[in-house]
Each structure stands twice: as C-alpha cells, then as structure tokens.
C-alpha cells in the first residue's frame, strides 16, 4: 500500500510542476497584434492606483487603439469617435524581457497574457514617483 501511495503522491508532483505556467518574457511575434484601449489608472508614491480615464482623456480617446506589427510599425490609431488628430505611425521594440519601446517612450509591461497588455510608464511627480498604467484588450 506504501508503495502505491508513494507512486501516486509522485505522479501528483509531476503532473503539477508540468503544468506550470510559462511565466517566459513575451516575443515580438506573440505581441504583434490590434489592442483596443480599455482604462487608465494613476499611482503617487504609495497611494492606492486610481482610475482615472474620465479625468485625463476626452471621449474621442477612450476608443482609440495600438497595433503592433511584426514589422516593428506601431500605430496608434484615433478610432472610432475621432479627436482629429488622425493616426501616428512609429517604430515598436521590445527591449530585453518586459520594456517595450513604443515611439520614443519606454513602457514596463506589467501583464501580458495573450488578450490583456498592461503598460505602465513611472515618472517623478512633483518628487515623489508616479506610475500611469494603460490597458489595452486585444482584439
């Protein structure tokens, strides 16, 4: 009995660490893709993050969009309700294992699980550091 006990415990352990997820930085193939903009959310020193999508952007923003090319083109595109500012087109680059390089600005990717990107951007506000947070939901 022992020893079916010691084979099943084994066969558990295995079937578990298995089926571990990959937690491995994302490929410019796997992020290569449309993303619809979801919510923005704001963090000052050690406060609680705090959406603020109502307060920072105007209507005509809230239904724009990314897309990542494999061709490394990124385009921010004024979706939907326009702001009339058209679209901007740059170069994308994912940078070592979590920075992705839209533009000139340099993102955390804070998630990524092959539908919800989470981009977070950190600054110094007035002295104390701040973290901006855009989601995106891909499409």
């Known amino acids: 009995m022992g020893k079916y006990f010691l084979l099943l415990a084994s066969a558990l352990v295995l079937l578990v660490t298995s089926c571990k997820k990959d937690d491995s930085a994302p490929t410019v193939k796997e992020l290569a893709g449309t993303y619809q903009f979801s919510k ?3 963090q000052e020193g050690s406060s609680s993050e705090k959406d603020v999508t109502n ?3 105007n209507d005509c923003a809230k239904d724009d969009q990314i897309i990542l090319s494999v061709s490394r083109t990124y385009t921010a595109v004024d979706a939907g309700n326009s702001c009339g500012a058209g679209n901007i087109v740059s170069a994308w ?3 070592g294992a979590n920075t992705l390089k839209l533009g000139s600005e ?3 990717i804070r998630k990524y699980d092959g539908k919800n990107l989470e981009l977070s951007i950190t600054g110094n506000n007035r002295g ?3 973290t901006l947070v855009r989601y ?3 499409q």
Do not use: E
Request: proline share 0%; no cysteine.
């Open 136 to 138: 995106y939901v891909r």
């Open 93 to 95: 680059s994912l940078l």
């Open 40 to 42: 923005m959310t704001y």
């Open 55 to 57: 307060d920072y952007l």
């Open 128 to 130: 104390v550091t701040s």
């Open 106 to 108: 340099l993102y955390t």
